[in-house]
Structures are given as C-alpha cells and as structure tokens.
C-alpha cells in the first residue's frame, strides 16, 4: 500500500509541476493543449538520473511526464527538489 501511495504523490506532483489536471480539463483549450502533448513513463523517476530526464522533458513543453519509482535508491526529498524547480 505505501507503495502506491507514494507512486500516486509522484504523479499528483508531476501533474501539478506541469499544470495538467488529473481528471479533466477545465476548459476546451486546455483539452486541446494537453490532447496535442505526448505521455511519457519515466520509472525510477525519483532518483537522480531520473529527476533530471523529467526536468528536461517537461522543460521541453511538449510532453506530460508520469514517475513511477519504488524509492528503493532514492527519497521523497529528491520529488520535493523537483517540485521547487
């Protein structure tokens, strides 16, 4: 179970990092916008290499980015970093 916890705290905090919303779009064009970008699935996400492929990839503005990581190398401190950057 804490496993998803945190796999659902990484993907809520990636999806506020890029303003995407969960659940749906509040308006048409945000739909749009998040229709036009690609889904990426980064695992281990939370770790060093990781962390920084999503920085670049959602710098980009062309991509929503979803972590997957079991904090097994890693540690939620490195998701707060991301999230202040």
Do not use: W
Not at 25 to 37: C, E, I, N, Y
Not at 42 to 57: K, N
Not at 65 to 72: F, H, K, N
Request: with cysteine.
């Amino acid at each position: 179970m804490k496993s998803m916890n945190i796999f659902l705290s990484i993907v809520s905090l990636v999806l506020s990092y890029t303003g995407v919303s969960a659940f749906a779009a509040s308006t048409p064009a945000a739909a749009a916008a998040a229709a036009q970008l690609r889904t990426v699935l980064v695992t281990g996400g939370a770790g060093y290499i990781g962390s920084h492929t999503c920085l670049e990839l959602l710098a980009t503005g062309k991509y929503n980015v979803v972590v997957i990581d079991t904090l097994d190398n890693s540690s939620e401190e490195s998701l707060k970093r991301v999230k202040e950057l």
